[in-house]
């Protein structure tokens, strides 16, 4: 996981909390907790710091991944701002992430470890975005959709009817824009 | 400066520190992606100087076979006249060696008993009735093997043409429909010819041996689809304001880089010894040499080969001022 990731998280608990707090989250840990945005670092550090976080806060994980996912989309829109330029609408926003974000993200990074999305729109008003990642990270999918959506001003709802995490080898994610 | 002040003073700092490595970060993701850029362009230049690195080499040393062919062709041109000669004097010499001993047969009956013994055991002495039965076996087999040494040196001598004769102003896509005309009963019931010939500018060449390029190209492209699913030739052409380009396209066998390095190589031939002269290609490169054009090949095993021609279009006007 890239260390704007641990970035962004560290943002989010001081924004929420305090200083304070991160420094506590990051006592508990047996990482170092020093983070990089462009360096690389095992999966299992962010995992244990959320899994940290939820016990301190009392949000349920699953709660917190999303929400983390709303506020992951604004650092990384603040740190990217020419994406976001670049697409006038949310729907062509989110058809951009796997072939120009994405794309972009490799450029820079070797092995970035990417999650897979594939689209369909079966109507104007819906897009479906399949979601493949051997980390299964759905929900924090779920919450940055939600975060550009925000950020777009745009009322939209998604179902998630196949889940990776309930045995599918994908995600779907089925975007409605109100 | 109280305790809540030096806090303060602590976050302003590390505040701006934060905004500072931010930036720094920016950069480094701003230079690599410069580095990156600037790598795939390196890359691609790189492979286009292998690819042009390639064609060079290739390039000279069809040009050094085409010098060495054109000296060798010459050397072996004046021994085969004189031998030419010769076994054409042998053929008119041996009919009056024939008539000699025709006539030595007729008159030995008027010789005495023990003389036409003698000149009987100097016929079966020297085999002479097998010689006359054999000798004009020999003359033709030998006319025949001299043809073909002539035919390999007029070979040779096609692919290091230098000559510009007989060019005249000329469509090549007629030149096209003619040599398709001419393969008709060869390609009908064996592959499906796709033409997509659009008229394209007239050139100044020489049609005769341009026809013979194309004709060398669809022969083999037909060689190439035999026993194939579908076989289909396409032949396709159109032009630049500055160049002429005929493709010709079959969904055969296709081939592998180490033979698409030397097709154009004289005598180098994958069919089976005796099916092919291995002169064809390299005869075709000579003659779009000539044409101040480039010939090249695009294949991939399992799946076709196409030939591009590419011919100038200005040299119209520029042989047609040099010739006047």
Redesign the interface.
Request: without cysteine.
């Given at each position: 996981m890239k260390g704007?990731i641990f970035n962004v998280l560290e943002e989010m608990v001081i924004e929420q909390y305090n200083?304070q707090t991160w420094n506590e989250i990051l006592a508990s840990q047996t990482a170092e907790g020093i983070y990089?945005?462009?360096e690389s670092y095992p999966d299992e550090e962010l995992f244990n710091l959320v899994a940290t976080i939820s016990d301190k806060t009392d949000i349920p994980v699953e709660t917190l991944v999303g929400a983390f996912g709303e506020r992951l989309f604004e650092g990384l829109a603040a740190?990217n701002p020419s994406f976001i330029e670049a697409e006038p609408t949310l729907k062509g926003f989110l058809k951009s992430v796997h072939s120009v974000i994405h794309m972009?993200v490799r450029?820079?990074y070797e092995n970035p470890n990417l999650p897979d999305f594939e689209y369909a729109e079966d109507a104007d008003d819906t897009l479906l975005m399949r979601y493949r990642s051997p980390r299964k990270l759905c929900i924090l999918a779920e919450g940055l959709i939600r975060g550009a959506a925000h950020h777009y001003d745009t009322l939209i709802t998604i179902d998630h009817p196949v889940c990776m995490h309930k045995g599918a080898e994908h995600c779907d994610l089925i975007v409605r824009f109100l | 400066m109280d305790t809540q002040d030096q806090e303060n003073a602590y976050?302003i700092a590390?505040e701006r520190e934060k905004r500072a490595r931010?930036k720094a970060?920016?950069l480094?993701?701003t230079k690599?992606?410069e580095i990156?850029?600037q790598n795939d362009q390196l890359r691609e230049n790189y492979d286009l100087l292998k690819k042009q690195q390639s064609i060079i080499l290739q390039n000279d040393k069809l040009a050094t076979i085409g010098t060495l062919a054109a000296g060798m062709a010459h050397e072996i041109n004046n021994p085969l006249a004189f031998v030419k000669s010769n076994i054409e004097s042998l053929g008119r010499y041996h009919e009056s060696y024939s008539r000699l001993v025709s006539f030595i047969k007729e008159v030995s009956t008027h010789l005495p008993e023990a003389e036409q013994n003698n000149l009987k055991a100097l016929f079966d002495e020297e085999d002479i009735d097998f010689i006359q039965e054999d000798l004009p076996d020999l003359m033709v087999d030998t006319i025949e093997g001299l043809t073909r040494v002539r035919d390999i040196v007029m070979n040779l001598r096609s692919f290091a043409r230098t000559q510009s004769s007989d060019r005249c102003a000329a469509h090549v896509v007629d030149g096209l429909h003619s040599t398709l005309k001419l393969l008709n009963s060869e390609l009908k019931n064996a592959v499906s010819v796709k033409l997509n010939l659009a008229q394209v500018h007239e050139i100044y060449c020489n049609p005769n041996a341009l026809n013979q390029v194309f004709l060398n190209l669809i022969i083999n492209a037909k060689h190439a689809t035999e026993g194939r699913e579908n076989p289909t030739i396409e032949i396709t052409s159109r032009d630049t304001p500055s160049e002429v380009i005929i493709e010709v396209t079959d969904n055969g066998c296709g081939m592998p880089p180490e033979v698409q390095k030397e097709i154009f190589s004289p005598f180098y031939t994958t069919k089976p010894v005796g099916s092919g002269t291995g002169m064809g290609l390299a005869i075709a490169y000579g003659i779009i040499k000539d044409h101040e054009g480039e010939i090249s090949v695009k294949s991939t095993e399992g799946q076709g080969t196409t030939f591009t021609i590419t011919l100038p279009i200005h040299a119209t006007k520029e042989i047609e001022q040099t010739d006047n």
């Open positions: 704007v200083m990089t945005a462009g740190r972009e450029k820079l | 976050k590390y931010l970060e920016d480094l993701e690599a992606r990156f850029l």
